[in-house]
């Protein structure tokens, strides 16, 4: 059986403040992005607006600025904010043993 959650490496890989993307087969990329207070969170890496990879926006605070018009997303929701609207789908995200896991049902639904 395949297992609920895909292993995609340790935490200390990931830069503070920065992100790495992860292929899911038969699924979109996905943005696994750490904040500066060391949380963790996984997003489809497509901006709501045009679809900007937000795996190369800057994070500050739990959000990330999309590096092509500077729309600023919330991690844990997914949800733009201020006066812009549209969501990316988030996707489950665990510590464990300090290696991070990813919820595969919700990395492939969100495709
Ligand atoms: S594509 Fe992200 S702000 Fe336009």
């Not at 996707?91 to 919820?103: A, D, E, H, Q, T």
């Amino acid at each position: 059986m395949t297992p609920d959650w895909l292993d995609i490496g340790r935490l200390d890989e990931i830069p503070v403040r920065g992100a790495r993307t992860v292929p899911v087969a038969g699924g979109e990329e996905i943005a696994v992005f750490r904040t500066g207070d060391d949380r963790v969170f996984a997003l489809v890496n497509r901006c709501p607006h045009k679809k900007g990879p937000l795996s190369q926006g800057i994070v500050h605070g739990h959000s990330v600025t999309c590096p092509l018009h500077n729309w600023n997303i919330a991690l844990a929701t997914g949800e733009a904010q201020g006066e812009d609207r549209g969501c990316t789908p988030t996707v489950p995200v665990r510590i464990v043993s300090g290696r991070v896991l990813i919820g595969r049902a919700a990395a492939l639904a969100a495709a």
